[in-house]
């Protein structure tokens, strides 16, 4: 009866999580790329397709050519033939060789940039082992990451800041999810060590998401600074946000340099240093009384 009991709560478990899967959009809410780097991984791949399949068939034309010039007609059959043979081109060069997916110890290979589409491609196999919430957290991750490739352009890779990089990129996030894909299916719903590995997963993304977050922003400092201080100068000569348009000073104007004399005083008589334009008349005196 114990062991009728424990199957039925497992049951009951296995589907509720199944539920709130497809609540959340089943697997077609991860079914595309999680970011611009395994994307651009699948682009090259499937251009590469496409140029061996266009080789193939311009092959194939020519063969065919060739034969009907220096041998015999081709004919109904001949013709027949070298549309089945393009055919059968055509569906073997689109379906292979398929991607290859890189594996997790193959991650940290190459530059920086090169991990981070790698990371994204290895996470999107990884997707359909994991639960909805996690699958949600995988893509916003994968938007991070997008984030975070850009500022790692020119980002010298010996740098302590590359170095934490690549080890939570690499390193960190897939370890997380390998170890729940190494959980069986049947227990990952199960409570143990304070909570269930479904939860324990989305907890992790989450962290790993908020240092993904830190990383960025603290390799993004130094291109804020300067908007920040290109934003004051905007304000300074072109008027701040709040001020109407009809007030704003034209683009032209600009700074006076240090050396320039200050137009708002008169002009000084000569080398003496006295102002032009004064009057000259004596002060009054007051009267005695």
Do not use: C
Request: glycine fraction near 10%; aromatic fraction near 4%; proline fraction near 7%.
């Amino acid at each position: 009866m114990a062991d009728s009991t424990h199957d039925s709560d497992r049951i009951m478990a296995s589907a509720k999580s199944s539920l709130t899967h497809q609540r959340a959009g089943g697997r077609r809410a991860g079914s595309g790329s999680i970011g611009k780097g395994s994307a651009r991984i699948k682009r090259e791949h499937l251009t590469g397709k496409l140029l061996r399949l266009a080789m193939a068939l311009a092959a194939i034309v020519i063969a065919s050519m060739g034969f009907g010039l220096f041998v015999s007609a081709l004919g109904f059959e001949g013709l027949f033939v070298t549309v089945l043979l393009m055919i059968v081109a055509a569906f073997f060069f689109l379906r292979y060789p398929r991607i290859k997916v890189p594996k997790r110890e193959e991650l940290t290979r190459g530059n920086l940039k090169q991990t981070v589409a790698r990371t994204e491609l290895w996470l999107e196999s990884q997707r359909p082992a994991l639960p909805a919430p996690a699958v949600n957290l995988v893509e916003q991750i994968g938007s991070q990451l997008d984030g975070l490739g850009v500022q790692l352009t020119g980002l010298d890779e010996n740098t302590p800041a590359a170095v934490e990089v690549r080890k939570l990129v690499g390193e960190h996030l897939p370890q997380m999810v390998a170890s729940y894909t190494a959980i069986p299916a049947h227990l990952r719903a199960e409570a143990r060590a304070g909570g269930t590995p479904d939860r324990q997963l989305v907890d992790g993304l989450q962290r790993i998401s908020g240092e993904i977050d830190v990383v960025t922003r603290q390799l993004a400092e130094g291109a804020l600074d300067e908007l920040a201080t290109r934003s004051r100068y905007l304000d300074y000569r072109y008027g701040g946000p709040d001020m109407p348009l009809g007030e704003i000073s034209p683009p032209d104007t600009a700074l006076p340099p240090p050396s320039a004399s200050d137009t708002a005083l008169p002009e000084a008589d000569g080398d003496s240093g006295v102002p032009l334009n004064f009057d000259k008349s004596p002060l009054p005196s007051r009267s005695k009384s």
